[in-house]
């Protein structure tokens, strides 16, 4: 699928690129400057923004296969795109620093996956005064926060995280069909990500004999969400299950399991399908993830620079593909990783080609 997408962009490239060179010849003979021939030039050399990636840090393995989709976007199409990360998974100022410096250059199309929902509200407004696209991917800019600021946002591609968070305590209750406590392992406290996954676990388990008799903030680390399960399991020597807002959490957690004796006894289910959880889904150790798929995510952002700089009308809001990944297909899901292994909508492809 993806092997026959690129071809279609490198043939429609090529094509692009010789009618330019056909136009600049006609150009040169004296044709008009608002001639039609002359528009295509404008729109050929509109098709490939320069865009700036600001993503969370590098430190986690979700963003480093962001920036893997983003990479590869811009090699199989040609155009231009400069990444920088945060520090770390808490380094908002930092961020916010970084998009700040990419906002003083020559860059048409700004893609930023900001860590908190107002971290990168200043540097976008300033943007959007300059009227720059911008692309908001996996965690959402607050919306409230944006309006208040005039800050005019193209698109939004990311994960319906409440509905991951469903899909999480709909398998717990087929793991757990007895009932019993369950707890939730946040990430940063008030983020609005984890916010809605807890929210939509506490959905999925709506109705069953489970009950969510605790929910702590881990700050999205694993060595955090160790000792965060370990306290949790020793309050409630009952416990039934985890839900974990993202994988690396959710490995710490399983550590924290196995360290007590409880792997196979104690359930945890996680959210992103990094490859670490794949593999530990396939072994047991992980009870399953709800696989969010950060490489198509990423791949999309540049995608949607792409479709603007044609002028073409972005879709307001576009769901990331989701999978949910237990032991029954993990080996189908690691051999295709990082890409989903199913087939997902992408509506940018059909804007660009």
């Known amino acids: 699928m993806y092997a026959n997408a ?22 040169g003979a004296g044709e008009p400057a608002g001639s039609a021939t002359g528009t295509t030039v404008r729109q050929a050399a509109a098709a490939q923004p320069k865009i700036a990636a600001v993503i969370k840090g590098l430190d986690n393995p979700f963003f480093q296969t962001m920036k893997q989709g983003i990479d590869e976007q811009a090699k ?43 971290n990168l509200v200043q540097g976008l407004a300033r943007l959007s005064a300059m009227n720059k696209t911008i692309v908001n991917i996996d965690s959402p800019v607050d919306p409230q926060a944006a309006r208040s600021a005039n800050v005019k946002l193209a698109t939004y591609i990311g ?19 007895e ?21 939509g ?21 694993r060595q955090t969400a160790l000792t965060a399960a370990t306290d949790v399991m ?21 550590r924290a399991i ?33 696989a969010q798929y950060p490489y198509a995510i990423g791949l999309m952002g540049v995608e949607a620079c792409q479709a603007a700089a044609s002028g073409k009308t972005l879709p307001a809001n576009v769901e990331a593909p989701v999978e949910l990944v237990t032991k029954d297909n993990a080996e189908q899901a690691l051999a295709a990783t990082p890409k989903p292994f199913q087939a997902y909508d992408d509506p940018f492809k059909s804007l660009i080609q």
Do not use: H
């Open 76 to 118: 199989t199409s040609g155009a231009t795109v400069t990444v920088q990360a945060a520090n770390a998974i808490t380094d908002t100022t930092g961020q916010a620093d970084k998009l700040n410096g990419l906002a003083g250059q020559d860059f048409s199309c700004y893609v930023v996956n900001p860590i908190s929902g107002t």
């Open 201 to 221: 676990f506490g959905q999925g388990i709506g109705g069953s004999k489970l009950t969510l008799a605790q929910t702590v903030a881990a700050n999205w680390e």
């Open 258 to 290: 196995a360290n007590a004796g409880q792997t196979g006894k104690v359930k945890v289910i996680s959210v992103d399908g990094i490859k670490d959880a794949l593999e530990a889904v396939k072994a047991g150790t992980l009870d399953g993830t709800v």
């Open 234 to 254: 020793r309050a409630n020597p009952d416990l039934k299950g985890f839900f974990v807002a993202n994988d690396d959490m959710g490995l710490g957690v399983a």
């Open 179 to 199: 009932g019993g406590k369950v707890a939730a392992i946040g990430g940063i406290a008030g983020d609005v990500t984890s916010g809605a996954r807890v929210e």
């Open 159 to 177: 994960t319906d995280n409440t509905e991951a968070g469903k899909m999480a305590g709909q398998r717990m209750v087929e793991l757990v069909p």
């Open 6 to 27: 690129r071809g279609r962009r490198a043939a429609a490239f090529g094509a692009v690129a010789a009618a330019g060179a056909l136009v600049l010849g006609a150009c």
